[in-house]
């Protein structure tokens, strides 16, 4: 586990008592020696990584009620437990109301300490996954929402951010599933236009002969089956942004329309009685290669300079590993989550996998394997067994060493042919079957010893 956690007290024995309960149970620890102290570390908490906050009540320089209120409107929303030598009522409805997450009297037992972390934790997990997807349903997600370690991500993003201000389309690159969506959605959330709809239109699922309908709207009757008046993808974005998802599948003819959309600024419901004035904000995305299918044919020049005014890659996950640990811990969170299991975290031996894994399908893949993950772990933790799916085989193969060591027992348990017995004899398929089934059993547990002889080790470089 590696949440951070500040412990703020003026008594430096309850410091160091409360620091080594704390390592023990595999968080890292932060010492603030006072109230001033305190708030000034949790006020930039996030910055520091710090992810709970452990607060004496009393303190000479600064009351811990005070620190409390003080935070709270700041702003500042990680969970805050209150220690106190003071067991009364009065005292704990205090504390909560000033917005302690919890309240635990002094002497603090180990287990009772473990016991408010994990489900202050837990709690502030799903506040903030609450928090996301209201935001994303309000069209304000944002840049902070996603994970950037990795410098070329962080660059990505600091240059949309400068983009998402201006007005100008932006067409987004990258290789499936490396977040290009994402990525619109807070451009969107971070321009001007927050707040206002965010219409996606896959362009690669658009059925050829309804394009001009889906795209701009029809009127009641104008052909058949069109039994109601419906107004368009440009429409329904007019005010907000159109995001053109797999722009690069856009059909010819349907290009020349889009275009001519675009540099009109209305649009021709089919049926109408003539063109609508609508103000969008256009994103576009492609994994494919636009300039290429241009020399091809496959893509209007005149299209592509409209909609790539800005163009930005999105780097493939395996160029940007940085990422992968906050990646795997928020993805975990979030199938903890939505599945209700209690899961600790990673060990280090699956951590390691995820991070040197291939991930071709990118950072969806990442969350496809990972959810699957939370379903199939037996324990409390998540180990490299657990990491099946579409990714498992592309972890296996970078990971040499691991497969080694696992085929060491096995080969060793392999007799010269396992066809022939000890005279040259050929043997009964029964038998060959046999000992194949037992040689696979002691595979298996091996493998399992593999991972118990790490379990001491797991515990404590677990993550999450
Ligand atoms: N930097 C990031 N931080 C957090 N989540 C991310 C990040 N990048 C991608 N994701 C998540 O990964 C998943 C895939 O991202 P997204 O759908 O945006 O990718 P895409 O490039 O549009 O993929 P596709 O080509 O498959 O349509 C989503 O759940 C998204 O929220
Ligand atoms: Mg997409």
């Known amino acids: 586990m590696d949440h951070k956690i500040l412990i703020a007290d003026d008594d430096s024995m309850q410091r160091r008592h409360l620091a080594a309960i704390l390592g023990a149970q595999g968080y890292t620890t932060e010492m603030a020696e006072g109230g001033a102290d305190a708030l000034a570390q949790l006020r930039t908490a996030t910055r520091t990584g710090i992810r709970l906050a452990l607060l004496d009540l ?9 620190v409390l209120e003080q935070v709270r409107r ?23 109301r000033a917005g302690a997450t919890d309240f635990i009297v002094k002497p603090a037992s180990p287990e009772r300490l473990d016991v408010s972390i994990r489900n202050a934790l837990a709690l502030s997990n799903l506040s903030r996954e609450v928090d996301r997807l209201s935001r994303q349903v309000q069209n304000r997600l944002s840049f902070a929402d996603l994970v950037a370690v990795s410098p070329v991500t962080r660059e990505a993003i600091a240059l949309a ?5 201006s007005d100008m389309p932006v067409l987004i690159e990258g290789e499936s599933g490396t ?22 239109v896959n362009c690669g699922a658009l059925p050829a002969a309804l394009v001009e309908s889906i795209l701009f709207g029809h009127e009641k009757g104008a052909f058949t089956g069109a039994s109601e008046r419906r107004s368009g993808k440009f429409q329904e974005a007019s005010g907000g942004t159109l995001f053109l998802d797999e722009v690069g599948e856009l059909p010819l003819d349907a290009q020349v329309k889009l275009l001519r959309a675009i540099q009109s600024g209305e649009v021709d419901p089919v049926g109408g009685k003539g063109p609508v004035q609508v ?124 497969v080694e060591r696992v085929r060491a027992p096995f080969d060793q348990t392999l007799g010269q042919s396992p066809f022939l017995d000890v005279d040259g004899d050929i043997r009964r ?36």
Not at 179 to 200: L, N
Not at 332 to 342: P, V
């Open 74 to 96: 700041d702003g500042v929303t990680l969970p805050i437990l209150v220690l106190t030598s003071d067991g009364s009522v009065a005292r704990a409805v205090d504390a909560m």
């Open 161 to 165: 951010r400068r983009v998402a201000r």
């Open 429 to 464: 398929l029964t038998e060959i079957e046999a000992d194949v089934i037992a040689q696979a059993l002691t595979l298996y547990r091996k493998i399992e010893d593999y991972q118990l002889d790490k379990t001491g080790q797991d515990a404590h470089g677990s993550e999450v």
């Open 179 to 200: 977040g290009k969506e994402v990525f619109a959605r807070a451009i969107h959330g971070e321009s001007e236009r927050a707040g206002a709809p965010f219409v996606a």
């Open 279 to 402: 103000d969008i904000r256009l994103v576009s995305a492609t994994n494919r290669d636009l300039t290429a299918m241009i020399t091809k044919g496959g893509f209007r020049e005149d299209l592509y300079y409209r909609i790539g005014v800005f163009p930005m890659t999105l780097p493939p996950l395996r160029e940007r590993r940085g990422d992968i640990p906050r990646l795997a811990r928020m993805f975990l969170a979030r199938a903890i989550a939505a599945e209700g299991r209690s899961i600790e975290g990673f060990s280090t031996t699956a951590m390691e996998a995820l991070t040197q894994g291939a991930w071709p399908g990118n950072v969806r893949q990442l969350e496809n394997t990972i959810q699957r993950a939370v379903i199939l772990a037996d324990g409390m933790t998540i180990r490299p067994g657990d990491l099946h799916g579409p990714g498992a085989g592309a972890i296996v193969e970078t990971r040499p060493a691991a």
């Open 58 to 66: 009393h303190m000479p320089d600064l009351d811990g009620i005070q």
